[in-house]
């Protein structure tokens, strides 16, 4: 079991938008703001596409956004796009020198 | 840009040690900070550890004892062996560029390895 919880699955049509959430604790998600997240296609290398819980890497589309209130951080994709279908990871750190995963997310564009 | 790949055995028994190489190609190895990641079949991600560029070490604690990463400058590379390997231990294998705050800013395609006789 992922030390943070991702719903399993997110879906919406082309155009719309859609929020994946991260929860975690106040030891991690709610204690610092080092929240990540990734986007994996299967096969393919992981790409970064938010970083310190808001931050967006040069490169990715100002149609993700990140957030967070409390323990739990969220990651909206606006405007979907059939090439944003993938799988979408959220990590925190979490005290100790260790890292925390969300379980994943594989969001479908329908 | 930087890119990553990951090489190294398929395939390793059990009792016997994982080894795997990460080779950095676009960007000197001798600087930031370099991990190891790995999700196992139907698993989520774990974090194995990093090696700094001074050639510190930060291991999963729930690793530690069996972990060892090393730098190689002359060759851009950085190396994971990971002993006494058990069926558990079958994985895909990432490398990844760390940025601060356990931020993964590239990373390889990954490796699969079974452990199996």
């Known amino acids: 079991q992922s030390a943070l919880t991702q719903p399993p699955s997110a879906s919406g049509s082309p155009g719309q938008s859609v929020t994946i959430s991260c929860t975690g604790t106040?030891?991690?998600?709610?204690?610092?703001?080092?929240v990540s997240w990734y986007q994996h296609h299967p096969g393919k290398a992981p790409k970064l596409m938010i970083y310190?819980?808001?931050k967006r890497p040069s490169g990715v589309p100002d149609r993700f956004s990140g957030s967070k209130s409390g323990n739990t951080a969220s990651l909206t994709v606006s405007g979907l796009q059939a090439e944003d279908e993938a799988d979408y990871y959220c990590?925190?750190?979490?005290?100790?020198?260790?890292?925390?995963f969300g379980g994943g997310t594989k969001l479908t564009v329908l | 840009q930087v890119q990553l790949q990951e090489s190294g055995p398929g395939l390793v028994k059990p009792s016997e040690t994982l080894s795997l190489t990460c080779t950095v190609s676009?960007?000197?190895?001798?600087?930031?900070?370099w991990s190891w990641i790995r999700q196992p079949p139907g698993k989520g991600l774990e974090w194995i550890g990093y090696?700094?560029?001074?050639?510190?070490?930060n291991y999963n604690s729930s690793l530690k004892s069996r972990v060892t990463i090393s730098l190689d400058t002359s060759k851009n590379q950085f190396s994971l062996k990971l002993t006494s390997v058990t069926a558990a231990d079958t994985a895909v294998y990432y490398c990844?560029?760390?940025?601060?705050?356990?931020?993964?800013?590239?990373w390889g395609q990954g490796t699969l390895v079974t452990v199996s006789s």
């Open positions: 990844a560029r760390n940025s601060g705050c356990y931020t993964w800013t590239q």
């Open positions: 676009g960007g000197p190895i001798s600087s930031d900070y």
């Open positions: 090696i700094r560029y001074s050639g510190t070490t």
């Open positions: 106040s030891s991690d998600v709610g204690g610092y703001n080092c």
């Open positions: 310190e819980v808001t």
């Open positions: 990590t925190s750190y979490g005290g100790g020198n260790n890292p925390v």
